[in-house]
């Protein structure tokens, strides 16, 4: 079965990019009609769909982050990676990469373990 | 805060019946987009318990459940257990917003 595993970047400091990779294992993440998703939990908030980026590669992003986001993959890797431009303390938080299945009717299976990513100088 | 509105919690007996509402608007829960719903344990990823409003993946117990009406849906948790205890999330497609949405999610005590 498919699992999902994010990197750790730890502390990241405000104005800098954010950088997260989703090794994806048990599954190739060019077979099937799939979108490889970046889901966060701010700090106290609820969950929060950031994008995703399509089997064959294009991206859609969440127009509140549209300015500073961009999702991009290794298909060599079988990874796919979150960049997040000009962070702040809003942005830490839980971070979550996942499948979404099905498109714009979908869900998201499987999620990964999720990563703690901490904005502070 | 966000298009979906859960109640922050609810609380039951061992063996009792809860439900978690999730209320939404016109251009989501009632443009027909489907609902799913997920648990969410201490330190582990949020779990897929029901998708396409009232479908169980392979391994979720019948004890969960899932309904809509107009713009709401709900989730029914049936003979609650300890293991239950969790927090719960809502999530569909919003035609206004243009992205996949989650509701605020639902701290469940047993």
């Known amino acids: 079965q498919v699992q999902l595993q994010e990197s750790d970047p730890g502390l990241v400091k405000p104005s800098q990019t954010l950088s997260l990779t989703c090794s994806v294992s048990?599954?190739?993440?060019?077979?099937?009609?799939?979108?490889w998703s970046w889901i966060r939990q701010p700090a106290g908030r609820g969950l929060e769909w950031m994008g995703h980026?399509?089997?064959?590669?294009?991206?859609t992003y969440n127009p509140f982050l549209k300015s500073r986001i961009t999702i991009s993959m290794d298909t060599a890797k079988n990874q796919f990676s979150l960049h997040l431009t000009s962070v702040t303390a809003a942005d830490t938080g839980m971070y979550y990469c996942?499948?979404?299945?099905?498109?714009?009717?979908?869900?998201?299976?499987?999620w990964g373990q999720g990563t703690l990513v901490t904005v502070s100088s | 805060q966000s298009v979906l509105t859960q109640p922050p919690s609810v609380s039951g007996a061992p063996g009792q019946r809860v439900t978690i509402s999730c209320t939404g608007g016109?251009?989501?829960?009632?443009?027909?987009?489907?609902i799913h719903w997920y648990q969410k344990l201490p330190e582990t990823a949020p779990r897929l318990i029901i998708s396409?409003?009232?479908h169980r993946p392979s391994g979720v117990p019948d004890r969960f459940s899932g309904s809509r009406s107009g713009t709401s849906a709900s989730l029914a948790i049936t003979g609650l257990q300890a293991e239950d205890e969790a927090d719960y999330y809502c999530?569909?497609?919003?035609?206004?917003?243009?992205?996949?949405?989650f509701g605020e999610g639902t701290r469940l005590t047993v």
């Open positions: 396409g409003d009232t």
């Open positions: 016109r251009s989501n829960i009632g443009a027909l987009f489907d």
């Open positions: 980026i399509y089997y064959f590669g294009s991206s």
């Open positions: 996942a499948r979404l299945v099905a498109g714009t009717a979908g869900w998201f299976d499987p």
């Open positions: 999530q569909s497609y919003d035609s206004s917003l243009s992205r996949w949405v």
């Open positions: 048990g599954g190739s993440i060019t077979s099937g009609s799939y979108f």
